[in-house]
């Protein structure tokens, strides 16, 4: 599985952005696609999941209301729509692809895209 993620940049809080995860190398029907991020001397953390074939979403409570995961099934393609954002939003972004039932925890997604940088001004 290969992930291209983009879309990341300087916004200003209260701002948007939104970012993009194309997919490739297999069938996605059984797989979840998460969005995770990591700010400086951080630990990864989940943001947001979504099982590609129910079409499920899953947000951690601190984006929760702002943010809105979905997916492109013609595109291959799952996106981020960052809304309201914070200066604490500010972290490298990365979307991952797994098979696991427990979608929130690094360890359930075997395939990475590599980050993306969002930086967010206040």
């Known amino acids: 599985v290969q992930l291209q993620a983009s879309g990341g940049g300087l916004a200003q809080a209260g701002g948007s952005l939104t970012l993009s995860c194309t997919a490739s190398?297999?069938?996605?029907?059984?797989?979840?696609l998460g969005w995770f991020r990591q700010a400086p001397g951080k630990e990864r953390e989940f943001v947001a999941a979504?099982?590609?074939?129910?079409?499920?979403?899953y947000y951690a409570d601190s984006v929760k209301g702002r943010f809105t995961i979905s997916r492109d099934n013609a595109k291959n393609t799952v996106y981020l729509q960052m809304n309201s954002l914070k200066p604490e939003d500010t972290a490298v972004y990365y979307c991952?692809?797994?098979?696991?039932?427990?979608?929130?925890?690094?360890?359930?997604?075997?395939?990475w895209g590599q980050g993306t940088l969002v930086t967010v001004s206040s």
């Open positions: 991952a692809a797994g098979l696991a039932d427990t979608l929130v925890v690094v360890t359930s997604y075997d395939s």
């Open positions: 190398g297999c069938t996605f029907s059984d797989h979840a």
């Open positions: 979504i099982r590609w074939g129910g079409g499920d979403t």
